[in-house]
């Protein structure tokens, strides 16, 4: 199986790739067109990423792509629909990276109470400004919002509680009962949690529902001096709204994620946001770039393609269709040959029925297996029979549904 992987990467992760009996080509530096001209050259099966957009020409640059998966949490740099179009698989690695983007966004919470950045500039500057910055309001007793309580929300909430703040939180899936589990108070939407908080942080993955969610109906309820966090991605906020909102009043802005941003390591780039009159400190999307996250998604990767060499299952698939009942289930008992299978599935198509997935489980001793095969639409009653009376080979056959 060859393996491309066009990002950066950790080393042992290539090499325990290779000890699985892959062919590793590792080219860090592949984005655009080059990335599209290496998946053809290459004839990669499966194309592992980090931060490097994959766009529909690439994922149809060569015919034996089969499987992609994004060493990060997100996905959204990934054309999915092209991939799912084109019969590849789309995998993440969904919380790896919690602890270290929760470290971040504490960091960027303790800077702006603190104003580190600014005091540092200064006396890099050879200015001391003791007067100015020994003015700090200080965490303890503050309230913090958590907007989205995934596992980095989670995060976020527990080092909050570290700090004897009292912590607010939304999210799609959260109830009453949940979060008086998780030790924070339920708010039942995105404005409420702005309303009640000092410090607003967002932890929301990116996805058609939260997409601009974070705009000025929410923006409008955080109080004059808040503090606003965004180490999730930069979509599911409003930057223009944050941007003349934080300069009405006064606000002071984390950021990891900007719109806009290169697609390269290194570029040029001056986000209106950090440019308001209002305290602003950011960093350069690196909410996942520890190596304790970094190990932790290489060991996940690894994990996926294994699973993916071993048995076809792509563990964390993002663009599987969702669960939708079949028309139908077959249940096919037959003796283990070869050409048993063939013949009933060539019976369904025949009749144009279509397979939309089968499991075929071996029992004991490996003679007889049973075949669950879902299905488009129900097989008559004469399809049942031939499928039963058309070879020796079939024990018996139903249909469910």
Not at 4 to 13: H, R, T, Y
Not at 239 to 267: F, I, M, N, T
């Amino acid at each position: 199986m060859k393996v491309l992987i066009a990002d950066k990467f950790q080393s042992w992760g290539g090499d325990a790739l290779s000890n699985c009996g892959c062919e590793v080509q590792h080219e860090p530096a592949l984005a655009g067109d080059t990335l599209r001209d290496a998946v053809k050259a290459s004839g990669c099966q499966i194309l592992i990423v980090r931060g490097t957009k994959v766009a529909a020409d690439a994922i149809t640059a060569g015919d034996s792509l089969g499987l992609i998966v994004r060493a990060g949490a997100g996905y959204n740099s990934i054309d999915v629909e092209a991939a799912s179009k084109h019969g590849v698989f789309v995998a993440n690695c969904p919380g790896k990276n919690a602890i270290a983007v929760a470290e971040l966004a504490f960091g960027l919470i303790l800077t702006l109470d603190r104003r580190i950045v600014e005091g540092t500039n200064d006396l890099c500057s050879g200015l001391w400004n003791k007067a100015q910055y020994a003015v700090a309001r200080g965490l303890k007793g503050r309230t913090l919002g958590v907007i989205g309580l995934g596992e980095i929300g989670k995060s976020v909430a527990r080092l909050a509680r570290s700090f004897e703040m009292k912590v607010v939180a939304w999210s799609r899936s959260l109830t009453p009962e949940t979060a008086a589990s998780l030790g924070v108070e339920f708010c039942a939407e995105p404005a409420a949690v702005a309303e009640a908080c000092d410090i607003l942080s967002i932890h929301l993955a990116l996805t058609s529902e939260t997409r601009g969610m974070i705009g000025e109906n929410v923006l409008s309820h955080l109080r004059e001096g808040s503090f606003v966090i965004n180490t999730s991605r930069a979509e599911v906020l409003d930057y223009v709204a944050l941007h003349r909102l934080a300069a009405e009043r006064q606000w002071r802005v984390g950021l990891d994620v900007y719109p806009g941003e290169p697609g390269s390591g290194k570029g040029e780039f001056a986000p209106a946001v950090m440019q308001g009159k209002y305290v602003a400190c950011g960093t350069h999307h690196i909410g996942a770039s520890t190596d304790q996250a970094q190990n932790a998604i290489a060991s996940e990767t690894v994990r996926i393609v294994e699973a993916y060499l071993r048995t076809g299952q792509v563990p964390n698939c993002v663009n599987l269709r969702e669960d939708e009942s079949p028309a139908c289930c077959l249940k096919v008992r037959h003796i283990n040959k070869p050409g048993v299978l063939a013949r009933v599935l060539n019976e369904l198509s025949q009749t144009g029925i279509n397979v939309e997935e089968m499991n075929n489980v071996l029992l004991e001793g490996d003679h007889a297996a049973c075949a669950l095969i879902h299905l488009d639409a129900k097989p008559s009653a004469e399809v049942m029979e031939r499928i039963v009376s058309g070879s020796a080979d079939v024990m018996a056959a139903s249909v469910a549904g």
